[in-house]
């Protein structure tokens, strides 16, 4: 973090894969959240999978996201790792000169605020590393359950009108047969299929993208020399 005063926060936002448009989207839909104060940054993780899509992705993309956040300079604030299994957020914790945040972790802790919350992510080899990722926030209580709705992350970008039929088709099953009080969106893909799923379920849908920008701010202002 900056020593001096500063009048913006400026926000490294790391997209975990190398799929350079889906890191457009994602520094949108952080810049449409966030505050007038705040500056985004997007920034591609160009040694790794085009997209994450279970534990062996995730492994081979941790090295870079954990070298971006090591390497922030001193004009950045924050970092938000903007993959929802949060790749590589303890080790870049532990080296990083500022606060980092994963946006699946940020997103459970909003969603806890209405209650029990049930995730809709994308493929089933995703289901695992999110539910050991609830535990290990000790947070899985507070989890009615993960549930994959078979779309590969970059089929969202790719149809996304199948991708909209289909993950309004989960979020609707899950509030008629889930004891939830918010859904969990669990891809940072997903941040434009809020307001539809929201609708199709009558709960509270959950972006983590928007959700790390709020708490980046929060840690910021809380912690800060502002």
């Known amino acids: 973090?900056?020593?001096?005063?500063?009048?913006?926060?400026?926000?490294?936002?790391?997209?975990?894969?190398?799929?350079?448009?889906?890191?457009?989207?994602?520094?949108?839909?952080?810049?449409?959240?966030?505050?007038?104060?705040?500056?985004?940054?997007?920034?591609?993780?160009?040694?790794?999978?085009?997209?994450?899509?279970?534990?062996?992705?995730?492994?081979?993309?941790?090295?870079?996201?954990?070298?971006?956040?090591?390497?922030?300079?001193?004009?950045?604030?924050?970092?938000?790792?903007?993959?929802?299994?949060?790749?590589?957020?303890?080790?870049?914790?532990?080296?990083?000169?500022?606060?980092?945040?994963?946006?699946?972790?940020?997103?459970?802790?909003?969603?806890?605020?209405?209650?029990?919350?049930?995730?809709?992510?994308?493929?089933p080899v995703s289901v695992p590393v999110i539910e050991a990722n609830i535990a290990s926030y000790g947070?899985?209580?507070?989890?009615?359950?993960v549930h994959p709705s078979e779309l590969p992350v970059l089929s969202l970008e790719a149809d996304p009108a199948t991708a909209e039929g289909r993950l309004t088709d989960c979020a609707r099953k899950v509030a008629e047969t889930e004891n939830s009080q918010a859904l969990v969106l669990g891809c940072a893909g997903m941040a434009s299929f809020g307001p539809a799923m929201q609708r199709a379920s009558g709960l509270p849908a959950i972006d983590g993208v928007a959700a790390a920008i709020g708490l980046a701010r929060t840690v910021l202002m809380a912690g800060g020399d502002r």
């Open 1 to 123: 973090m900056r020593d001096r005063a500063w009048s913006e926060m400026r926000v490294l936002v790391i997209n975990p894969n190398s799929t350079a448009s889906m890191t457009d989207g994602i520094a949108a839909a952080a810049r449409a959240a966030a505050a007038p104060d705040m500056e985004i940054e997007g920034l591609t993780n160009a040694m790794a999978p085009p997209a994450i899509q279970g534990e062996a992705d995730g492994r081979a993309a941790a090295p870079g996201v954990v070298a971006a956040c090591a390497e922030a300079g001193p004009d950045i604030d924050a970092a938000i790792i903007a993959c929802f299994d949060d790749t590589g957020l303890a080790e870049a914790r532990a080296i990083a000169p500022v606060p980092v945040l994963g946006i699946g972790q940020a997103a459970f802790l909003a969603a806890m605020v209405y209650g029990r919350f049930s995730v809709i992510t994308t493929l």
């Open 139 to 145: 947070l899985a209580e507070a989890c009615a359950g």
